[in-house]
């Protein structure tokens, strides 16, 4: 069953009931596309709440990973030095294209508490999915070719960024699409196959920390 977001609301809290912002720190492959996406969508849904750093472009997968522990470590440390530091999370932002060292990559993440963000082949299968159900396994080229056909302001061969403002209220919509494409996948055996992503989940935490709580409690 598809699940219920939140409406977007500007943040109106009194100064005694502020709390920290949450922080994701995303290390991207893409140096525009996933970044100026993850910052607008969380201007929108963090109600001022959620800071997304991105770190972009951080090269290859393993790369990408390697990078993403090592600010993780940086944030830690600073962290216990300051009790009043941000709460924040990691993540490995990456397509799978085909990249070397993918399983490497994921077991580094694993092993140091990083999360992923992956998309096969690539991220333009999350934003297709606000559109279509699309399921076939599909080339990046071409996956971009259809993205633009129902996003005219997407330019396969130019910057590449998503219109957040032509998605933004299709979410849930395309949430439950990604979530079916990953169950098929997991189902065969075939975990992250193509075609796939899990960008949704870090997209959720932003909603998640983004939620205003109200005297009674979460709203």
């Known amino acids: 069953m598809a699940r219920k977001i939140p409406s977007s609301r500007p943040t109106s809290r009194k100064s005694a009931n502020k709390s920290p912002k949450f922080l994701i720190i995303a290390v991207c492959e893409g140096k525009n596309t996933e970044p100026a996406y993850l910052k607008s969508f969380a201007r929108h849904y963090g109600n001022g709440l959620v800071e997304v750093e991105t770190v972009a472009p951080a090269g290859a997968p393993l ?57 096969n082949p690539c991220i333009e299968i999350w934003p297709l999915l606000h559109f279509t159900d699309h399921q076939a396994p599909i080339h990046r080229y071409k996956l971009q070719r ?9 330019q396969s061969d130019g910057s590449k960024i998503i219109d957040f403002e032509a998605i933004k209220d299709r979410f849930t919509v395309a949430r439950t699409r990604a979530e079916r494409q990953l169950a098929g996948h997991e189902a065969t055996g075939d975990p992250y196959g193509n075609p796939s992503t899990t960008l949704y989940r870090l997209l959720d935490k932003i909603i998640q920390n983004g939620i205003v709580p109200s005297s009674g409690g979460w709203a």
């Open 63 to 119: 790369t990408i990973v390697q990078t993403a522990v090592a600010r993780k470590k940086a944030r830690d440390g600073r962290k216990k030095a300051d009790s009043f530091d941000k709460l924040f999370e990691v993540w490995a932002v990456f397509d799978r294209d085909e990249h070397p060292n993918i399983p490497q990559a994921l077991d580094m993440a694993k092993a140091n508490n990083v999360q992923i963000a992956i998309s």
């Open 146 to 154: 259809e993205l633009a056909k129902h996003m005219p302001s997407y």
